[in-house]
């Protein structure tokens, strides 16, 4: 989600997108857990033919791929988490 797009949200919403974006990283860290598992798997043994090799790299891929995903992710999500302590910091102020 781009910055312009978050930003105009209230709090409350924020405070969902936040929870929505946690679940969606869980998920992501499931799919890297599941693809450490099957490569560790795969690998025990060797990789005698060039499909085991190909799955092992298509797997390591996916886990690299969810792992930057995730990253990225948690860098907004801080953005996200600053900008709702300033709001509310604003708001205690006022009152």
Do not use: Q
Not at 2 to 27: S, T
Not at 55 to 66: E, N
Not at 78 to 86: G, N, V
């Amino acid at each position: 989600m781009n910055d312009a797009k978050w930003l105009e949200l209230n709090d409350d919403a924020l405070e969902k997108l936040l929870i929505e974006r946690w679940l969606f990283r869980g998920v992501l860290l499931v799919v890297m857990l599941a693809s450490a598992v099957l490569t560790t798997y795969l690998g025990r043994d060797g990789l005698p033919t060039l499909a085991d090799r190909l799955t092992v790299s298509v797997l390591v891929c996916v886990t690299l791929s969810a792992g930057g995903i995730a990253l990225a992710m948690r860098s907004t999500d801080l953005r996200i988490h600053r900008k709702l302590r300033r709001r509310r910091s604003s708001d205690a102020e006022k009152c």
